[in-house]
């Protein structure tokens, strides 16, 4: 019943009635996880995208996903449903330091391992490319990324969907 207001609580009214079209409850477990959605690709993902998508035609530009859903949550907050890959959960896995208070698993050290593969490599080069790991494209002319999860993969029009739909609303 809260699920409405706090919608309207994070964008413009005419944003959260349409919002409450493209994140229906009834696609989610529970309601904290829609909230979650709506406002992970409206304020976080989608103005990130659109600004990587502005620098592209200046710089190599390489832009990710992190989808991995198993991250350990690093504050001691009671949460009522799995968090999945929530905004900065990947960064426990680039530092290779658990963010809870057990060890990474093996599927978790393999995955943080090529991350620090590919962040080391472009702190380095400015490439992150090299070695094994799947290639990441540049996301220059090509609207690809590469997707951080049990298999790391590429991947094309990151957020596509919500990004349509919130630059489609006077937001």
Not at 18 to 32: E, I, K, Q
Not at 130 to 154: C, Y
Request: glycine letters at 8%; hydrophobic letters at 45%.
């Amino acid at each position: 019943s809260q699920y409405p207001a706090r919608l309207a609580a994070l964008m413009p009214s005419a944003a959260a009635t349409a919002a409450l079209t493209h994140y229906p409850l009834a696609n989610y477990s529970v309601p904290g996880a829609a909230l979650a959605d709506a406002f992970g690709a409206g304020l976080l993902a989608c103005p990130t995208i659109k600004t990587a998508h502005a620098l592209a035609p200046h710089t190599p530009t390489y832009l990710y996903q992190f989808e991995y859903p198993d991250a350990d949550f690093p504050l001691p907050l009671m949460h009522t449903f799995p968090l999945g890959a929530f905004h900065s959960a990947e960064i426990q896995f680039v530092f290779g330091i658990p963010g809870g208070a057990v060890p990474f698993t093996a599927e978790q050290a393999t995955l943080s391992a090529a991350m620090m593969r590919y962040w080391t490599r472009f702190a380095r080069s400015g490439d992150p490319n090299g070695g094994n790991d799947p290639a990441w494209p540049v996301l220059q002319g090509t609207n690809q990324h590469l997707i951080f999860d049990r298999t790391i993969a590429v991947a094309s029009g990151a957020k596509q969907a919500d990004c349509d739909f919130f630059d489609s609303i006077d937001y």
